[in-house]
Protein backbone atom coordinates (compact mmCIF):
# COMPACT_ATOMS: atom_id res chain seq x y z
CA UNK A 1 0.00 0.00 0.00
CA UNK A 2 1.29 3.59 -1.05
CA UNK A 3 1.47 6.18 1.78
CA UNK A 4 0.77 9.47 0.42
CA UNK A 5 3.30 12.12 2.23
CA UNK A 6 2.61 15.86 2.05
CA UNK A 7 6.16 17.36 0.29
CA UNK A 8 7.35 20.58 2.17
CA UNK A 9 5.86 22.95 -0.92
CA UNK A 10 2.07 21.78 -0.09
CA UNK A 11 3.01 22.17 3.32
CA UNK A 12 3.72 25.26 3.28
CA UNK A 13 1.17 26.26 1.02
CA UNK A 14 -1.62 24.75 3.31
CA UNK A 15 -0.25 26.66 6.44
CA UNK A 16 0.06 30.10 4.97
CA UNK A 17 -4.29 29.21 3.49
CA UNK A 18 -4.49 27.91 7.59
CA UNK A 19 -2.31 31.37 8.40
CA UNK A 20 -5.10 33.55 6.15
CA UNK A 21 -8.10 31.41 7.93
CA UNK A 22 -7.14 31.72 11.00
CA UNK A 23 -6.44 35.61 10.27
CA UNK A 24 -10.09 35.74 8.72
CA UNK A 25 -11.53 34.28 11.30
CA UNK A 26 -9.78 36.47 14.14
CA UNK A 27 -10.86 39.58 12.39
CA UNK A 28 -14.38 38.69 12.33
CA UNK A 29 -14.14 37.69 15.98
CA UNK A 30 -12.89 40.95 16.88
CA UNK A 31 -14.96 42.70 15.21
CA UNK A 32 -18.23 41.17 16.50
CA UNK A 33 -16.56 40.92 20.21
CA UNK A 34 -14.74 43.94 20.35
CA UNK A 35 -15.35 46.50 17.64
CA UNK A 36 -19.04 46.84 17.34
CA UNK A 37 -19.62 46.38 21.20
CA UNK A 38 -17.49 49.19 21.39
CA UNK A 39 -19.50 51.10 19.13
CA UNK A 40 -22.55 50.62 21.03
CA UNK A 41 -20.69 51.45 24.23
CA UNK A 42 -19.34 54.51 22.83
CA UNK A 43 -23.05 55.75 21.37
CA UNK A 44 -24.94 54.75 24.82
CA UNK A 45 -22.08 56.62 26.97
CA UNK A 46 -22.81 59.88 24.69
CA UNK A 47 -26.63 59.42 25.23
CA UNK A 48 -26.07 59.09 29.07
CA UNK A 49 -23.81 61.94 29.07
CA UNK A 50 -26.94 64.02 27.40
CA UNK A 51 -29.66 62.64 29.87
CA UNK A 52 -26.98 63.62 32.59
CA UNK A 53 -26.93 67.11 31.12
CA UNK A 54 -30.87 67.09 30.61
CA UNK A 55 -31.08 66.11 34.52
CA UNK A 56 -28.50 68.97 35.28
CA UNK A 57 -31.04 71.51 33.05
CA UNK A 58 -33.85 70.65 35.72
CA UNK A 59 -31.40 70.84 38.82
CA UNK A 60 -29.91 74.56 37.26
CA UNK A 61 -33.89 75.42 37.21
CA UNK A 62 -34.70 74.15 40.91
CA UNK A 63 -31.48 76.18 41.46
CA UNK A 64 -32.58 79.57 40.10
CA UNK A 65 -36.20 78.99 41.48
CA UNK A 66 -33.93 78.55 44.64
CA UNK A 67 -32.14 81.68 44.43
CA UNK A 68 -35.10 84.12 43.60
CA UNK A 69 -37.02 82.48 46.47
CA UNK A 70 -34.40 83.52 49.09
CA UNK A 71 -34.62 86.84 47.68
CA UNK A 72 -38.31 87.00 48.65
CA UNK A 73 -38.19 84.61 51.86
CA UNK A 74 -35.13 86.20 54.15
CA UNK A 75 -36.33 89.70 53.04
CA UNK A 76 -37.57 92.06 55.96
CA UNK A 77 -41.09 93.23 53.95
CA UNK A 78 -41.89 89.38 53.62
CA UNK A 79 -40.82 88.78 56.78
CA UNK A 80 -43.14 91.59 58.70
CA UNK A 81 -46.12 90.35 55.88
CA UNK A 82 -45.74 87.07 57.71
CA UNK A 83 -46.36 88.70 60.84
CA UNK A 84 -49.04 91.05 59.74
CA UNK A 85 -50.37 90.32 56.59
CA UNK A 86 -51.38 93.76 54.63
CA UNK A 87 -52.90 94.85 51.43
CA UNK A 88 -50.31 96.82 50.10
CA UNK A 89 -47.08 93.70 50.10
CA UNK A 90 -50.23 91.45 48.03
CA UNK A 91 -50.47 94.12 45.34
CA UNK A 92 -46.80 95.10 45.27
CA UNK A 93 -45.70 91.87 44.88
CA UNK A 94 -48.01 88.91 44.77
CA UNK A 95 -48.86 89.81 41.06
CA UNK A 96 -49.14 88.38 37.55
CA UNK A 97 -46.65 90.06 36.20
CA UNK A 98 -44.40 89.29 38.78
CA UNK A 99 -44.90 85.64 38.03
CA UNK A 100 -44.55 86.16 34.34
CA UNK A 101 -41.66 88.06 35.22
CA UNK A 102 -39.49 85.75 37.13
CA UNK A 103 -41.21 82.61 35.54
CA UNK A 104 -43.45 80.87 37.87
CA UNK A 105 -46.37 79.42 38.24
CA UNK A 106 -47.38 79.30 41.60
CA UNK A 107 -46.21 81.38 45.06
CA UNK A 108 -47.18 80.75 48.34
CA UNK A 109 -47.10 81.84 51.57
CA UNK A 110 -48.01 79.88 54.76
CA UNK A 111 -47.15 80.75 58.15
CA UNK A 112 -46.02 79.54 61.39
CA UNK A 113 -49.13 77.88 62.58
CA UNK A 114 -50.07 75.78 59.45
CA UNK A 115 -52.18 78.73 57.49
CA UNK A 116 -52.30 79.67 54.45
CA UNK A 117 -51.70 83.70 54.09
CA UNK A 118 -51.43 84.18 50.74
CA UNK A 119 -51.16 82.61 47.43
CA UNK A 120 -50.73 83.85 43.68
CA UNK A 121 -50.75 81.34 40.30
CA UNK A 122 -50.44 81.80 36.69
CA UNK A 123 -53.03 80.83 34.58
CA UNK A 124 -51.82 77.55 33.80
CA UNK A 125 -51.32 77.11 37.74
CA UNK A 126 -55.25 78.20 38.38
CA UNK A 127 -55.69 74.57 38.71
CA UNK A 128 -53.33 73.96 41.69
CA UNK A 129 -55.59 76.48 44.41
CA UNK A 130 -57.99 74.51 46.76
CA UNK A 131 -57.05 71.27 47.71
CA UNK A 132 -53.84 70.95 46.53
CA UNK A 133 -52.34 73.86 48.47
CA UNK A 134 -54.60 72.42 51.75
CA UNK A 135 -53.22 68.90 51.40
CA UNK A 136 -49.23 69.73 50.40
CA UNK A 137 -48.11 72.88 51.50
CA UNK A 138 -50.56 74.83 53.87
CA UNK A 139 -50.48 71.62 56.39
CA UNK A 140 -46.84 71.01 55.52
CA UNK A 141 -47.83 67.30 54.50
CA UNK A 142 -45.54 67.77 52.03
CA UNK A 143 -41.91 65.37 52.17
CA UNK A 144 -39.49 65.77 55.05
CA UNK A 145 -36.95 68.40 52.34
CA UNK A 146 -39.49 70.74 52.14
CA UNK A 147 -40.32 70.81 55.67
CA UNK A 148 -37.24 72.28 56.18
CA UNK A 149 -36.66 74.42 53.12
CA UNK A 150 -35.11 72.84 49.88
CA UNK A 151 -36.29 71.52 46.38
CA UNK A 152 -37.79 69.08 44.74
CA UNK A 153 -40.44 67.51 41.98
CA UNK A 154 -44.16 66.90 42.94
CA UNK A 155 -46.94 65.91 41.05
CA UNK A 156 -49.76 68.41 40.65
CA UNK A 157 -53.63 67.94 39.54
CA UNK A 158 -51.76 69.99 36.13
CA UNK A 159 -48.79 68.11 35.66
CA UNK A 160 -44.94 67.81 37.18
CA UNK A 161 -44.54 70.44 39.19
CA UNK A 162 -40.47 72.22 40.55
CA UNK A 163 -40.92 73.29 44.19
CA UNK A 164 -38.81 75.14 46.34
CA UNK A 165 -39.05 75.94 49.72
CA UNK A 166 -37.60 78.22 52.31
CA UNK A 167 -37.96 79.34 55.57
CA UNK A 168 -39.19 83.07 56.30
CA UNK A 169 -36.97 85.07 58.31
CA UNK A 170 -35.76 88.42 58.34
CA UNK A 171 -32.96 89.80 55.71
CA UNK A 172 -29.91 89.00 58.65
CA UNK A 173 -31.97 85.23 59.50
CA UNK A 174 -30.90 86.45 62.79
CA UNK A 175 -34.81 86.16 64.03
CA UNK A 176 -37.67 83.32 64.39
CA UNK A 177 -39.18 81.94 61.41
CA UNK A 178 -42.21 83.05 60.82
CA UNK A 179 -43.69 80.41 58.21
CA UNK A 180 -42.73 79.15 54.86
CA UNK A 181 -42.10 80.26 51.63
CA UNK A 182 -42.98 78.27 48.26
CA UNK A 183 -42.59 78.97 44.60
CA UNK A 184 -43.40 76.74 41.86
CA UNK A 185 -43.24 76.17 38.21
CA UNK A 186 -44.79 73.75 36.13
CA UNK A 187 -43.14 71.09 33.75
CA UNK A 188 -45.29 72.64 30.54
CA UNK A 189 -43.77 72.67 27.07
CA UNK A 190 -42.57 76.22 27.58
CA UNK A 191 -39.95 74.30 30.20
CA UNK A 192 -39.65 71.57 27.70
CA UNK A 193 -38.62 74.07 24.74
CA UNK A 194 -35.99 76.02 26.87
CA UNK A 195 -34.39 73.13 28.09
CA UNK A 196 -34.52 71.92 24.40
CA UNK A 197 -32.77 75.16 22.99
CA UNK A 198 -30.42 75.54 26.02
CA UNK A 199 -28.93 72.16 25.78
CA UNK A 200 -29.58 71.42 21.78
CA UNK A 201 -31.36 68.26 22.26
CA UNK A 202 -35.05 67.23 21.43
CA UNK A 203 -35.84 66.81 25.10
CA UNK A 204 -39.22 65.14 25.77
CA UNK A 205 -40.52 65.33 29.58
CA UNK A 206 -43.99 63.76 31.21
CA UNK A 207 -45.48 61.40 33.61
CA UNK A 208 -44.72 57.69 33.62
CA UNK A 209 -46.55 54.96 36.00
CA UNK A 210 -44.08 53.76 37.39
CA UNK A 211 -41.23 54.09 39.79
CA UNK A 212 -38.08 55.87 39.60
CA UNK A 213 -35.64 53.40 37.69
CA UNK A 214 -31.98 53.39 36.27
CA UNK A 215 -31.14 55.68 32.91
CA UNK A 216 -31.97 53.35 29.77
CA UNK A 217 -30.79 53.47 26.38
CA UNK A 218 -32.87 51.41 23.49
CA UNK A 219 -31.59 50.79 20.04
CA UNK A 220 -34.50 51.62 17.67
CA UNK A 221 -33.13 50.98 15.12
CA UNK A 222 -29.39 51.33 12.87
CA UNK A 223 -30.75 55.40 12.65
CA UNK A 224 -31.91 56.02 16.21
CA UNK A 225 -32.16 55.50 19.55
CA UNK A 226 -34.30 56.08 22.78
CA UNK A 227 -32.47 57.20 25.85
CA UNK A 228 -34.86 57.31 29.15
CA UNK A 229 -34.56 57.94 32.74
CA UNK A 230 -37.12 58.96 35.50
CA UNK A 231 -36.92 61.54 38.52
CA UNK A 232 -38.60 60.80 41.64
CA UNK A 233 -41.75 63.02 43.14
CA UNK A 234 -41.40 64.00 46.74
CA UNK A 235 -45.24 63.17 46.89
CA UNK A 236 -45.82 60.08 45.29
CA UNK A 237 -43.77 56.45 44.38
CA UNK A 238 -45.97 55.10 42.10
CA UNK A 239 -44.95 57.60 39.66
CA UNK A 240 -41.82 59.48 37.94
CA UNK A 241 -40.81 62.40 35.71
CA UNK A 242 -39.56 60.76 32.61
CA UNK A 243 -36.80 62.25 30.60
CA UNK A 244 -36.70 60.76 26.75
CA UNK A 245 -34.23 61.35 24.14
CA UNK A 246 -35.04 59.98 20.75
CA UNK A 247 -32.02 60.94 18.67
CA UNK A 248 -30.58 60.21 15.63
CA UNK A 249 -27.27 58.23 15.01
CA UNK A 250 -25.34 59.83 12.22
CA UNK A 251 -22.02 58.92 13.35
CA UNK A 252 -22.73 55.09 13.81
CA UNK A 253 -23.35 54.44 10.22
CA UNK A 254 -20.08 56.01 9.10
CA UNK A 255 -18.11 54.44 12.17
CA UNK A 256 -19.78 51.39 11.06
CA UNK A 257 -18.88 51.85 7.10
CA UNK A 258 -15.14 52.73 8.37
CA UNK A 259 -14.32 49.80 10.56
CA UNK A 260 -15.71 47.58 8.05
CA UNK A 261 -13.71 48.53 5.36
CA UNK A 262 -10.74 49.12 7.71
CA UNK A 263 -11.04 45.33 8.13
CA UNK A 264 -11.51 44.39 4.30
CA UNK A 265 -8.84 46.32 3.73
CA UNK A 266 -6.46 44.43 6.48
CA UNK A 267 -7.42 41.13 5.26
CA UNK A 268 -6.70 41.93 1.78
CA UNK A 269 -3.50 43.15 2.34
CA UNK A 270 -2.70 40.10 4.69
CA UNK A 271 -3.73 37.79 1.55
CA UNK A 272 -1.00 39.76 -0.23
CA UNK A 273 1.17 39.15 2.64
CA UNK A 274 0.90 35.76 2.47
CA UNK A 275 1.16 35.09 -1.27
CA UNK A 276 4.27 37.15 -1.57
CA UNK A 277 5.49 35.44 1.71
CA UNK A 278 5.06 31.98 -0.17
CA UNK A 279 7.03 33.40 -3.21
CA UNK A 280 9.90 33.99 -0.70
CA UNK A 281 9.84 31.01 0.81
CA UNK A 282 9.41 28.76 -1.80
CA UNK A 283 12.74 30.38 -3.42
CA UNK A 284 14.47 31.36 -0.55
CA UNK A 285 13.94 27.55 2.24
CA UNK A 286 12.01 25.17 -0.13
CA UNK A 287 13.91 24.91 -3.47
CA UNK A 288 17.10 24.75 -1.08
CA UNK A 289 15.82 22.40 1.20
CA UNK A 290 14.84 19.86 -1.79
CA UNK A 291 18.12 20.07 -3.14
CA UNK A 292 19.55 19.47 0.15
CA UNK A 293 17.68 16.18 0.52
CA UNK A 294 18.61 15.17 -2.70
CA UNK A 295 22.20 15.43 -1.46
CA UNK A 296 21.50 13.75 1.48
CA UNK A 297 19.94 10.62 0.15
CA UNK A 298 23.18 10.29 -2.14
CA UNK A 299 25.10 10.96 0.60
CA UNK A 300 23.28 7.77 2.46
CA UNK A 301 23.84 5.51 -0.28
CA UNK A 302 27.47 6.03 -1.06
CA UNK A 303 28.26 5.63 3.55
CA UNK A 304 31.24 8.12 2.84
CA UNK A 305 31.93 11.02 4.78
CA UNK A 306 33.42 13.27 2.01
CA UNK A 307 34.43 16.77 2.95
CA UNK A 308 33.52 18.08 -0.49
CA UNK A 309 30.44 16.71 -0.67
CA UNK A 310 28.39 19.47 -0.01
CA UNK A 311 30.47 22.45 -1.25
CA UNK A 312 28.19 22.86 -4.17
CA UNK A 313 26.01 23.96 -2.29
CA UNK A 314 28.36 26.48 0.00
CA UNK A 315 26.85 29.67 -1.99
CA UNK A 316 23.25 29.39 -0.48
CA UNK A 317 23.40 31.17 2.85
CA UNK A 318 20.95 28.88 4.85
CA UNK A 319 21.44 25.74 3.31
CA UNK A 320 25.21 26.09 2.53
CA UNK A 321 25.52 26.25 6.64
CA UNK A 322 23.35 23.59 7.49
CA UNK A 323 25.79 21.30 4.69
CA UNK A 324 28.39 22.27 6.96
CA UNK A 325 27.42 22.09 10.23
CA UNK A 326 27.16 17.86 9.29
CA UNK A 327 30.87 18.14 8.92
CA UNK A 328 31.45 20.09 12.19
CA UNK A 329 28.42 18.62 14.60
CA UNK A 330 31.31 15.75 15.91
CA UNK A 331 33.26 18.14 16.54
CA UNK A 332 31.38 20.68 18.30
CA UNK A 333 29.98 18.42 20.32
CA UNK A 334 33.61 17.14 21.51
CA UNK A 335 34.00 20.82 22.50
CA UNK A 336 31.36 21.47 24.00
CA UNK A 337 31.47 18.24 26.22
CA UNK A 338 34.75 19.82 27.00
CA UNK A 339 34.02 23.23 27.87
CA UNK A 340 30.51 21.99 30.27
CA UNK A 341 33.24 19.53 31.96
CA UNK A 342 35.50 22.60 32.68
CA UNK A 343 32.17 24.92 33.94
CA UNK A 344 31.41 21.74 36.03
CA UNK A 345 34.84 21.62 37.83
CA UNK A 346 34.52 25.60 38.18
CA UNK A 347 31.24 26.16 39.46
CA UNK A 348 31.62 22.97 41.82
CA UNK A 349 35.52 24.50 43.31
CA UNK A 350 33.27 27.92 43.40
CA UNK A 351 30.68 26.35 45.33
CA UNK A 352 32.83 25.09 47.61
CA UNK A 353 35.03 28.25 48.36
CA UNK A 354 34.82 31.10 50.42
CA UNK A 355 34.79 33.98 47.27
CA UNK A 356 36.80 36.54 50.34
CA UNK A 357 39.37 34.30 51.57
CA UNK A 358 39.87 31.75 49.41
CA UNK A 359 39.55 28.98 51.83
CA UNK A 360 36.72 26.44 51.68
CA UNK A 361 33.42 27.15 52.90
CA UNK A 362 31.10 25.09 55.00
CA UNK A 363 30.08 23.02 52.46
CA UNK A 364 33.43 22.24 51.47
CA UNK A 365 33.47 21.10 55.36
CA UNK A 366 30.45 18.75 54.52
CA UNK A 367 31.94 17.21 51.93
CA UNK A 368 35.49 16.61 53.91
CA UNK A 369 33.71 15.02 56.76
CA UNK A 370 31.58 12.92 54.41
CA UNK A 371 34.97 11.88 52.40
CA UNK A 372 36.05 10.87 55.82
CA UNK A 373 33.12 8.95 56.74
CA UNK A 374 32.98 7.00 53.39
CA UNK A 375 36.68 6.57 54.03
CA UNK A 376 36.56 4.81 57.55
CA UNK A 377 39.49 7.03 58.27
CA UNK A 378 40.29 6.01 62.43
CA UNK A 379 43.02 8.52 63.03
CA UNK A 380 42.73 11.05 66.02
CA UNK A 381 41.21 14.31 65.10
CA UNK A 382 41.67 17.96 66.02
CA UNK A 383 38.40 20.31 65.51
CA UNK A 384 38.86 23.97 66.50
CA UNK A 385 36.66 26.87 66.26
CA UNK A 386 38.56 29.97 65.69
CA UNK A 387 36.71 33.23 66.20
CA UNK A 388 38.30 36.92 65.70
CA UNK A 389 38.05 38.73 69.14
CA UNK A 390 35.94 42.12 68.50
CA UNK A 391 35.88 42.00 64.92
CA UNK A 392 32.37 43.93 64.54
CA UNK A 393 34.51 46.85 66.00
CA UNK A 394 36.83 46.59 63.37
CA UNK A 395 34.02 46.75 60.99
CA UNK A 396 32.27 49.76 62.28
CA UNK A 397 35.53 52.01 63.05
CA UNK A 398 37.84 51.18 60.01
CA UNK A 399 34.65 50.19 57.59
CA UNK A 400 34.15 47.27 55.69
CA UNK A 401 37.17 47.11 53.56
CA UNK A 402 39.50 47.18 56.75
CA UNK A 403 37.49 44.53 58.28
CA UNK A 404 37.26 42.51 54.23
CA UNK A 405 41.57 42.62 54.64
CA UNK A 406 41.40 41.65 57.96
CA UNK A 407 40.25 38.49 57.28
CA UNK A 408 41.81 37.88 54.28
CA UNK A 409 45.22 38.51 56.26
CA UNK A 410 43.40 35.82 59.11
CA UNK A 411 42.93 33.15 56.48
CA UNK A 412 46.76 33.51 55.65
CA UNK A 413 48.12 33.23 58.90
CA UNK A 414 45.81 30.45 59.23
CA UNK A 415 47.38 28.83 56.25
CA UNK A 416 50.92 29.71 58.08
CA UNK A 417 50.20 27.56 60.96
CA UNK A 418 48.37 24.54 59.97
CA UNK A 419 49.49 21.74 58.50
CA UNK A 420 49.46 20.19 54.52
CA UNK A 421 46.54 18.92 54.17
CA UNK A 422 44.45 20.27 57.03
CA UNK A 423 41.07 21.00 56.16
CA UNK A 424 40.61 24.79 57.04
CA UNK A 425 37.42 26.89 56.17
CA UNK A 426 35.55 30.17 56.99
CA UNK A 427 32.44 28.80 58.49
CA UNK A 428 30.80 32.51 58.72
CA UNK A 429 31.69 36.10 60.00
CA UNK A 430 34.89 36.08 61.19
CA UNK A 431 34.99 32.11 62.24
CA UNK A 432 36.60 29.82 61.01
CA UNK A 433 36.92 25.85 61.58
CA UNK A 434 39.89 23.84 61.59
CA UNK A 435 40.28 20.07 61.85
CA UNK A 436 43.26 18.10 61.88
CA UNK A 437 43.93 14.19 61.29
CA UNK A 438 46.35 11.80 62.36
CA UNK A 439 47.45 14.00 65.15
CA UNK A 440 48.93 13.47 68.08
CA UNK A 441 47.50 15.05 71.47
CA UNK A 442 50.69 17.44 71.86
CA UNK A 443 51.02 18.46 68.24
CA UNK A 444 47.22 19.35 68.22
CA UNK A 445 47.89 22.04 71.42
CA UNK A 446 50.79 23.35 69.95
CA UNK A 447 48.59 24.26 66.53
CA UNK A 448 45.91 25.86 68.81
CA UNK A 449 48.85 27.67 70.79
CA UNK A 450 50.49 28.28 67.70
CA UNK A 451 47.08 30.49 66.06
CA UNK A 452 46.01 31.89 69.37
CA UNK A 453 49.92 33.28 69.32
CA UNK A 454 50.58 34.44 65.88
CA UNK A 455 46.97 36.00 66.02
CA UNK A 456 48.22 38.47 69.17
CA UNK A 457 51.44 39.28 67.81
CA UNK A 458 50.15 39.95 64.18
CA UNK A 459 49.94 43.55 62.90
CA UNK A 460 46.61 43.17 60.69
CA UNK A 461 45.42 45.84 58.31
CA UNK A 462 47.64 48.30 56.15
CA UNK A 463 50.39 50.05 56.76
CA UNK A 464 48.59 53.19 57.62
CA UNK A 465 46.65 51.45 60.07
CA UNK A 466 48.11 48.68 62.11
CA UNK A 467 45.85 47.11 63.76
CA UNK A 468 46.32 44.40 66.94
CA UNK A 469 43.86 41.30 66.95
CA UNK A 470 43.33 38.45 69.24
CA UNK A 471 41.19 35.01 68.53
CA UNK A 472 39.30 33.00 70.93
CA UNK A 473 39.54 29.31 70.15
CA UNK A 474 37.20 26.40 71.30
CA UNK A 475 38.75 22.72 70.07
CA UNK A 476 37.95 18.67 70.84
CA UNK A 477 40.70 16.37 70.45
CA UNK A 478 39.72 12.90 69.54
CA UNK A 479 41.48 9.99 69.71
CA UNK A 480 40.59 7.37 67.37
CA UNK A 481 38.48 4.05 68.02
CA UNK A 482 36.00 6.61 68.10
CA UNK A 483 32.33 4.61 67.96
CA UNK A 484 30.54 7.40 65.85
CA UNK A 485 33.36 8.03 63.53
CA UNK A 486 31.08 7.18 60.20
CA UNK A 487 27.81 9.29 61.48
CA UNK A 488 27.22 12.42 60.43
CA UNK A 489 25.08 12.89 63.45
CA UNK A 490 28.42 12.96 65.10
CA UNK A 491 30.51 14.99 63.24
CA UNK A 492 27.64 17.52 64.16
CA UNK A 493 27.75 17.03 67.59
CA UNK A 494 31.76 17.05 67.78
CA UNK A 495 31.64 20.59 66.23
CA UNK A 496 28.94 21.63 68.73
CA UNK A 497 31.07 20.67 71.57
CA UNK A 498 34.00 22.68 69.83
CA UNK A 499 31.58 25.45 69.60
CA UNK A 500 30.87 25.35 73.08
CA UNK A 501 34.33 25.34 74.31
CA UNK A 502 34.65 28.31 72.19
CA UNK A 503 31.99 30.16 73.73
CA UNK A 504 33.48 29.30 76.71
CA UNK A 505 36.80 31.22 75.88
CA UNK A 506 34.89 34.16 74.76
CA UNK A 507 33.11 34.22 78.24
CA UNK A 508 36.75 33.86 80.37
CA UNK A 509 37.59 36.95 78.64
CA UNK A 510 39.04 36.24 74.88
CA UNK A 511 42.59 35.91 73.37
CA UNK A 512 42.01 31.96 75.12
CA UNK A 513 41.93 28.65 74.49
CA UNK A 514 39.46 26.09 75.95
CA UNK A 515 39.51 22.54 74.88
CA UNK A 516 38.22 19.07 75.38
CA UNK A 517 40.16 15.70 74.98
CA UNK A 518 38.35 12.45 75.04
CA UNK A 519 35.86 10.63 73.10
CA UNK A 520 38.47 7.67 72.57
CA UNK A 521 39.22 4.45 74.13
CA UNK A 522 37.72 4.26 77.55
CA UNK A 523 40.69 2.46 79.02
CA UNK A 524 42.99 5.72 78.78
CA UNK A 525 40.88 7.31 81.03
CA UNK A 526 38.49 9.35 79.12
CA UNK A 527 34.90 8.24 78.23
CA UNK A 528 34.22 7.20 75.11
CA UNK A 529 31.12 9.15 73.53
CA UNK A 530 28.38 6.14 72.91
CA UNK A 531 26.06 8.96 73.82
CA UNK A 532 26.81 12.38 72.35
CA UNK A 533 24.08 13.97 74.08
CA UNK A 534 25.36 12.88 77.58
CA UNK A 535 28.51 13.86 77.12
CA UNK A 536 27.49 17.30 76.00
CA UNK A 537 26.22 17.69 78.98
CA UNK A 538 28.36 16.23 81.34
CA UNK A 539 31.86 17.43 78.95
CA UNK A 540 33.77 18.43 82.32
CA UNK A 541 33.35 15.67 84.58
CA UNK A 542 34.31 12.95 81.90
CA UNK A 543 37.34 14.51 80.44
CA UNK A 544 40.64 14.48 81.69
CA UNK A 545 41.58 17.84 79.83
CA UNK A 546 39.29 20.88 79.82
CA UNK A 547 41.85 24.09 80.15
CA UNK A 548 42.51 27.45 78.90
CA UNK A 549 45.57 27.71 77.24
Not at 250 to 271: D, E, G, H
Not at 397 to 411: F, K
Not at 500 to 519: D, E, I
Amino acid sequence: MTVYTMTIRIKLILGLCLLLALLGVGILTIFQTRILPDIHNITRDHRLVDLSRVEQGVDQELKRIELALHDWGWWDDTYRYAAEPNREYEQTNLTQDWLQHIKLDLIVIVGSDGQLLASQFSEAGQALAGRFIADNLAAQAVSPLLKEGGTGLMLSPVGPLLITSCQILPTNRAGPSRGHLYFGRLVSHVLVSELAAKLRLPVQLGLVAEAPSAPLVRELSDQATLSEMTLPLLNTGTQALRISLEQERPFYQRTLASARYSLTLIFCVAVVAGLAAYLYLERALVRPILALKLESEHFGRIHRPDDQYFEHLAGRDEVGQLAHAFAQMAQRAVDQRSLLERERVKFEQDSLTDPLTGLGNRRYLDQSLATDRALNRDVNRLIAMIDLDHFKRVNDRYGHDVGDLVLRQMADLLRHCCRQGDTLVRSGGEEFILVCRGIDEDSAYGIVERIRRETFVHRFGNGDQALRMSCSLGFLFCLKSTDCSIDEECDKKLIKIADQALYQAKSRGRNTCVGYRGLGESDSGVCPLSNIDGALTEVSGCCDRSKGV
